[in-house]
């Protein structure tokens, strides 16, 4: 998504309901009242230049950055929030070493991983997002992208899968986490593209494009973040790699700039780059377009929740049938050349 113009008039917030972290007082100062492109170059000049972490030394950092409330190692890939996890790990004693099976020892998961930017530092011993895993169910995401899995090919033990994307926009082989990290790894995901927003036009991975998300890789995570809302253990984990680095990750301390920046409104033309229109009744959703254009349409209720996507292949769209229960939606659509929005009253 190519991210230039904003409109206000179809802004929506996603973020209510967010908790939100503790930054040092003034830590944002420059980002305040800026939306789009510019706010995302404050944030990037404000967490650029973080002090790099040594590969060996993100063991130690694992004890402050990622300890679970009973002293052990927080591994998203076992643990199983409000019920007993399959398996604890022992910092220090369970750390890897050699492995055959889940639950032997955790290592050091780059939730980004190292092949898309070339293994290249300071993106390699970044801990916003480097976090201790089972190696069992790491080495079976490998350097897989995120996505949603219809039927499994693989299940770890809480619940992690890896599987043919269903999510549209993408059909191949993902790893999806399960829902109570979704929001964890999507707000890391809009960190790595703000803090290295510089870089990403070079780095190659199924979820970037353009030096930015790809659209369905957007949408996704978007919904990922509005789905899993920041959580305490976002906030401890914010606070302590910060300690270490002395850089913050901005949408966990203000989830609504996720929206101001990636939001389904966010990159709209203030004059259309095409003419269109959108309507929905009980047998669905309907667009018309004056040309045939490829892209991802999402359909927004009044509270900037995501509840329906999918793809345009064409100059006209019909999907559904939709349960729309009377009131104002937004239909938003990003294209290879920009973005649309459509205000609809059902």
Same mark, same amino acid.
């Given at each position: 998504?190519?991210?230039?113009?904003?409109?206000?008039?179809?802004?929506?917030?996603?973020?209510?309901?967010?908790?939100?972290?503790?930054?040092?007082?003034?830590?944002?100062?420059?980002?305040?009242?800026?939306?789009?492109?510019?706010?995302?170059?404050?944030?990037?000049?404000?967490?650029?230049?973080?002090?790099?972490?040594?590969?060996?030394?993100?063991?130690?950092?694992?004890?402050?950055?990622?300890?679970?409330?009973?002293?052990?190692?927080? %591994?998203?890939?076992?643990?199983?929030?409000?019920? +007993?996890?399959? &398996?604890?790990? =022992?910092?220090?004693? !369970?750390?890897? *070493?050699?492995?055959?099976?889940?639950?032997?020892?955790?290592?050091?998961?780059?939730?980004?991983?190292?092949?898309?930017?070339?293994?290249?530092?300071?993106?390699?011993?970044?801990?916003?997002?480097?976090?201790?895993?089972?190696?069992?169910?790491?080495?079976?995401?490998?350097?897989?992208?995120?996505?949603?899995?219809?039927?499994?090919?693989?299940?770890?033990?809480?619940?992690?899968?890896?599987?043919?994307?269903?999510?549209?926009?993408?059909?191949?082989?993902?790893?999806?986490?399960? %829902?109570?990290?979704?929001?964890?790894?999507?707000? +890391?995901?809009? &960190?790595?593209? =703000?803090?290295?927003? !510089?870089?990403? *036009?070079?780095?190659?991975?199924?979820?970037?494009?353009?030096?930015?998300?790809?659209?369905?890789?957007?949408?996704?995570?978007?919904?990922?973040?509005?789905?899993?809302?920041?959580?305490?253990?976002?906030?401890?984990?914010?606070?302590?790699?910060?300690?270490?680095?002395?850089?913050?990750?901005?949408?966990?301390?203000?989830?609504?700039?996720?929206?101001?920046?990636?939001?389904?409104?966010?990159?709209?033309?203030?004059?259309?780059?095409?003419?269109?229109?959108?309507?929905?009744?009980?047998?669905?959703?309907?667009?018309?377009?004056?040309?045939?254009?490829?892209?991802?349409?999402?359909?927004?209720?009044?509270?900037?929740?995501?509840?329906?996507?999918?793809?345009?292949?064409?100059?006209?769209?019909?999907?559904?049938?939709?349960?729309?229960?009377?009131?104002?939606?937004?239909?938003?659509?990003?294209?290879?050349?920009?973005?649309?929005?459509?205000?609809?009253?059902?």
């Amino acid at each position: 998504m190519h991210l230039r113009y904003l409109l206000p008039v179809l802004w929506i917030c996603s973020a209510c309901g967010h908790s939100v972290g503790q930054p040092p007082p003034g830590y944002y100062d420059s980002a305040q009242g800026l939306t789009g492109p510019a706010l995302r170059q404050a944030l990037h000049d404000i967490i650029d230049g973080h002090v790099v972490q040594s590969n060996a030394s993100l063991w130690t950092a694992f004890q402050s950055t990622d300890v679970r409330p009973d002293g052990h190692v927080w %591994d998203i890939y076992s643990d199983l929030p409000g019920s +007993t996890p399959p &398996y604890l790990f =022992t910092f220090v004693t !369970d750390q890897c *070493g050699n492995y055959s099976g889940e639950g032997d020892c955790y290592n050091r998961e780059h939730t980004f991983p190292k092949s898309w930017f070339n293994d290249a530092p300071p993106m390699d011993t970044d801990l916003h997002h480097i976090f201790p895993t089972d190696a069992w169910v790491n080495q079976h995401r490998g350097n897989l992208p995120y996505g949603e899995v219809g039927s499994a090919d693989w299940t770890s033990e809480n619940g992690t899968k890896v599987g043919l994307c269903t999510f549209p926009g993408y059909n191949g082989t993902v790893c999806e986490p399960i %829902d109570d990290f979704k929001g964890d790894l999507a707000r +890391t995901y809009f &960190y790595m593209m =703000t803090r290295y927003m !510089d870089l990403v *036009g070079s780095w190659s991975s199924p979820m970037l494009q353009g030096g930015d998300l790809a659209p369905w890789a957007g949408s996704m995570l978007l919904q990922w973040d509005q789905d899993d809302p920041v959580s305490t253990k976002e906030q401890d984990r914010n606070n302590a790699v910060y300690a270490l680095q002395e850089n913050r990750n901005p949408y966990i301390d203000h989830p609504e700039w996720v929206t101001s920046i990636w939001g389904p409104t966010a990159g709209i033309h203030a004059a259309p780059i095409v003419n269109w229109s959108a309507s929905a009744d009980a047998t669905g959703l309907h667009i018309r377009m004056e040309r045939p254009v490829e892209g991802t349409i999402l359909l927004i209720d009044a509270m900037g929740r995501t509840i329906w996507n999918g793809s345009i292949n064409g100059s006209r769209f019909d999907g559904g049938p939709m349960d729309l229960v009377p009131g104002v939606y937004a239909v938003a659509m990003h294209t290879g050349s920009g973005g649309l929005a459509h205000r609809l009253l059902r």
